[in-house]
């Protein structure tokens, strides 16, 4: 499977940014896609996750509210709306891949992905 993220740049704060992530290779018709950050001298932190089948989604409570996780099934994509950006939100975004659906209780964790994009960087200037 290879992860192709894209839609990071530079945006003030308050702004909105729309991240997408899509999957190919043999991806198969039951899996997680996930979104992880990694802010400068950080470490990397999940951001959300769902489902292909939708069943599951999940946020970090620091981005709940603001950040809407969803799916195109047909072009096995993923794509995170970003609204009120601040600049803690800067980091180089991840997305991530795993085979079949995950427990809500797991879906958090990055040793359940198994495939991992290259990143996209966002920027949030104060």
């Known amino acids: 499977v290879q992860l192709q993220a894209s839609g990071g740049g530079l945006v003030q704060a308050g702004g909105s940014l729309r991240l997408s992530c899509e999957a190919s290779?043999?991806?198969?018709?039951?899996?997680?896609m996930a979104w992880f950050r990694q802010a400068p001298g950080k470490e990397r932190e999940f951001v959300a996750a769902?489902?292909?089948?939708?069943?599951?989604?999940a946020y970090a409570d620091s981005v709940k509210g603001r950040f809407t996780f969803s799916r195109d099934r047909a072009k096995n994509t993923v794509m995170m709306q970003m609204g009120s950006l601040q600049p803690e939100d800067t980091a180089v975004y991840y997305c991530?891949?795993?085979?079949?659906?995950?427990?809500?209780?797991?879906?958090?964790?990055?040793?359940?992905?198994?495939?991992w994009g290259q990143g996209t960087l966002v920027t949030v200037s104060s």
């Open positions: 991530a891949f795993r085979y079949n659906e995950v427990v809500l209780s797991a879906i958090r964790q990055e040793s359940q992905y198994n495939y």
């Open positions: 290779g043999r991806t198969g018709n039951s899996y997680t």
């Open positions: 769902g489902s292909r089948s939708g069943s599951k989604t």
